[in-house]
């Protein structure tokens, strides 16, 4: 005898949620992964310079193409590649053309404003580091 589920699983469209952003650097949340939430923005244009104190940001590039600015230099990110930006790190996003980015995020800090709480990044001397998911799929 088979049992029928009582739940099933969410599915989200990145492509129909993407359609509800009008204004740039718009937040838009997808879901909500334990402590992580998963947000999707519309870049276009220039935000100003900011840092996070206290968490790191994962910034994966959907759709069109973005310069992801640093205390650590600059990496341009095209479709399926992504960066971290580390906590302290100041850093800006910008792209000439209307460009989908998913953004991973603690989910307690999600609803902070850009450069709320500045701090000087740590010396940690570094550079940002760009990986392409296709790149990283071949060595699996």
Avoid: Y
């Avoid at 800090?109 to 790149?135: I, Q, Y």
Wanted: proline share 5%; with cysteine; charged share 20%.
């Amino acid at each position: 005898m088979r049992v029928e589920p009582t739940q099933t699983l969410d599915k989200v469209s990145i492509i129909e949620q993407s359609g509800h952003l009008t204004e740039p650097f718009t937040m838009m949340d997808l879901v909500q992964i334990d402590d992580l939430t998963l947000s999707i923005f519309l870049c276009q244009g220039t935000l100003p310079f900011h840092r996070h104190v206290d968490q790191d940001e994962l910034f994966l590039v959907h759709s069109g193409t973005i310069s992801l600015e640093s205390d650590w230099g600059t990496a341009v990110l095209r479709p399926g590649e992504l960066s971290v930006v580390p906590k302290g790190v100041g850093h800006r996003s910008s792209s000439l053309l209307r460009s989908l980015v998913l953004l991973l995020q603690p989910r307690l800090m999600v609803n902070r404003r850009n450069g709320h709480r500045r701090l000087f990044a740590a010396k940690d001397s570094g550079r940002l580091e760009k990986l392409s998911l296709p790149a990283i799929g071949r060595q699996v």
